[in-house]
């Protein structure tokens, strides 16, 4: 579950509110939400990149 880790880091480092990052990637607050808490294991990858976009960092960190 690195990847739900990785972006709940990413977007609390930012001060980021779930809410936001979602406006920010184009994707609904349920997908944010489902996908840190783990609930969605294999989420898109056009999703996982919206999401790297709009954390300002790349697909391989948020992998890592």
Do not use: F, W
Not at 14 to 28: P, R
């Amino acid at each position: 579950m690195p990847l739900a880790k990785n972006i709940k880091k990413h977007r609390e480092k930012q001060g980021m509110s779930q809410d936001k990052l979602s406006k920010l990637a184009g994707v609904t607050l349920y997908a944010i939400s489902k996908i840190e808490s783990g609930a969605t294991l294999d989420p898109r990858v056009l999703t996982v990149k919206k999401i790297a976009g709009a954390l300002g960092c790349s697909v391989d960190e948020l992998l890592k």
